[in-house]
């Protein structure tokens, strides 16, 4: 069995939520984001190790979440974000030395991932070396080119979510390179490489929690969860 990593990228401002603080530290019914999230991956194997990137800024409130949390921080290193969610992401591999690992890269915006599909991606990067999990589109589909529009085939484009989870020795080559603004995932950054992509069955719940309307949204995702 290979090591297991995950990386909870955290280092962003919520630009598009509009809040006091970065959204990862919005609590809903009572916990932050964050913390649902971290709680995520420990359930899912307790001995996984945790590396959160967050903004220097927020070091210490995310230090004290985790104590009041009353979760195992025996396996949690917290470091530095960057400019970009690429750089953060850089700086999360920095931390690990395992080349043969698995790790995952997660949103910490993401909290309702399921146990199932994180699963389903270290288990299939286990195998083939990287897996992302994806979901297939259920509206209608329209192309805009220059000042027209035309219909789109929507089964030919998948929704990508995280953890994307990689053979650490391909991942941190790949983040060698330079940012471009194409990188809006980890998989493209990979892909680059000329790694072929696998995908896997992702779940509808794992939204990424990005302006105020998904913070409705979460709720009842929470509630239902319970
Ligand atoms: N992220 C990061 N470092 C950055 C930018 C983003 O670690 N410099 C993280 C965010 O904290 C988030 C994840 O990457 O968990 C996905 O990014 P996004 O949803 O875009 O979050 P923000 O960049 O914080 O939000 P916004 O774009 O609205 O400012
Ligand atoms: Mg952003």
Not at 32 to 57: A, G, R
Request: contains cysteine.
């Amino acid at each position: 069995m290979k090591n297991q990593y995950i990386i909870i990228v955290a280092g962003g401002k919520g630009s598009r939520m509009k809040s006091d603080i970065p959204k990862q530290f919005i609590e809903i019914n009572g916990e932050p984001i964050m913390i649902k999230t971290i709680k995520k991956f420990l359930f899912y194997f307790s001995e996984i190790k945790i590396i959160v990137v967050v903004h220097k800024d927020y070091f210490n409130l995310l230090e004290t979440l985790i104590q009041n949390a009353k979760i195992n921080s025996q396996n949690i290193e917290i470091t530095r974000g960057g400019d970009t969610r690429f750089d953060s992401v850089k700086n999360g591999l920095k931390l690990i030395k395992d080349n043969e690992a698995i790790v995952g890269i997660h949103d910490a915006a993401r909290p309702f991932v399921s146990v199932n599909t994180i699963k389903s991606c270290y288990e299939t990067a286990a195998k083939k070396g990287n897996a992302i999990p994806c979901l297939s589109i259920h509206e209608s589909l329209r192309q805009v080119i220059e000042n027209k529009n035309q219909i789109a085939n929507r089964d030919a484009f998948k929704i990508i979510q995280t953890p994307q989870c990689f053979l650490v020795s391909k991942i941190k080559k790949a983040f060698n390179q330079a940012y471009q603004p194409v990188f809006t995932d980890d998989a493209s950054v990979l892909e680059t490489t000329g790694e072929k992509i696998n995908l896997v069955e992702g779940n509808v719940e794992n939204i990424k929690i990005t302006s105020p309307f998904d913070l409705v949204i979460a709720k009842a995702i929470l509630e239902n969860e319970q």
